[in-house]
């Protein structure tokens, strides 16, 4: 269980004074149209994100991560106790995992640039755990995974079922620590990313004509989304797909994100229509003055919002139209 609600009166409050900076999408189609990445790194001062020379000398990356870092040590400073909302940084500790076993089986060292620093456990313990088989940090469900992704990798020499092992457990656990939680919005939070999770796997593999069968061993339980709706499905048109989805609220983001990928063969608006829908979630956050959800709700909205800026540098960088890049842009907090 979390702690009570108005135990986070202080922490509601600090990080409350952090959303009046979010960025709008009205702000982020600006940083789109802006005329070089120099332009960029000034506006961005308006936000609080301070001094990026990064940004002008084109390492975008570097920027990337040191924002995600500050965001991750905001919040971290500012909980009650850290445990509170680890489940949001257990995808990055399985990152983690799959970067060291997957370098071990092709004989190399980890490279730390493939390595998150914003996973719940530091990423040279997990090194460590790893190269000397201690799994002393690990949780029950992580320690069960590397048993696991070892044999069948042994077994096969398969690194993708390296992925589906620790994806498997990473969801598992997630969807567990948030109802050990009790918070509502954190369950419906983990339900909803691990349904859309799995709606694009289906996609994808329907896409590739793989056969359901394989869908089946990557199907991520946890969701309000039964595996029988998607197996039922996999051999339907689209738009019988999305119409079984409404119950759920997804089934315009679907059809809409289906209709491009069949027209153009390419993914990206069933992406962002799918981060949109967890955003639309997410905005919950906002109506709520006390406890844990308006502190995780900041969280990912301030995630969002550095994924975006990660799509407008990168299209400067290479030279993307602004109309190109705005139309990739996520639904923002704000």
Not at 78 to 85: C, F, S
Not at 143 to 167: C, T, W, Y
Not at 252 to 269: H, I, M, P, R, Y
Request: hydrophobic share 40%; proline share 3%; aromatic share 10%.
């Amino acid at each position: 269980m979390t702690n009570r609600p108005e135990e986070y009166t202080f922490a509601d409050a600090y990080i409350g004074s952090f959303v009046k900076n979010l960025m709008t999408k009205q702000d982020l189609l600006r940083a789109a149209q802006a005329k070089d990445l120099l332009t960029i790194e000034a506006m961005l001062r308006e936000f609080g994100y301070g001094e990026a020379k990064e940004i002008h000398e084109g390492d975008i990356e570097t920027f990337i991560r040191r924002e995600q870092n500050k965001l991750f040590d905001l919040i971290y400073d500012t909980l009650p106790e850290r445990k509170e909302l680890s489940l949001l940084l257990l995808p990055f500790d399985y990152h983690n995992l799959k970067v060291c076993l997957k370098a071990e089986f092709l004989g190399l060292t980890p490279d730390d640039n493939y390595l998150v620093s914003t996973g719940d456990i530091d990423r040279h313990k997990i090194v460590a755990m790893v190269k000397e088989r201690n799994y002393i940090h690990m949780s029950t469900h992580m320690k069960a995974a590397m048993e696991s992704a070892i044999d069948l990798f042994g077994r096969g020499n398969d690194p993708q079922e390296i992925d589906l092992v620790m994806d498997k457990a990473c969801y598992k656990e997630m969807s567990e620590k948030a109802r050990e939680s009790g918070v509502d919005f954190l369950v419906g939070l983990v339900e909803l990313e691990i349904d859309l999770l799995n709606i694009k796997s289906f996609v994808r593999l329907k896409q590739m004509k793989m056969p359901w069968t394989f869908f089946q061993k990557i199907f991520l339980e946890g969701g309000r989304i039964a595996e029988s709706l998607f197996i039922g499905a996999y051999e339907e048109p689209y738009g019988q797909f999305a119409e079984k989805l409404a119950p759920y609220g997804l089934k315009d983001a679907v059809l809409e994100g289906t209709n491009k990928l069949q027209e153009s063969g390419e993914f990206w608006l069933l992406e962002k229509l799918t981060a949109d829908a967890l955003m639309e979630y997410n905005k919950k956050a906002k109506y709520l003055s006390f406890g844990i959800e308006p502190i995780a709700g900041y969280w990912t909205a301030k995630e969002v919002e550095i994924d975006n800026l990660r799509i407008i540098l990168l299209g400067k960088k290479i030279g993307l139209s602004p109309e190109k890049i705005g139309e990739r842009l996520r639904e923002s907090y704000v």
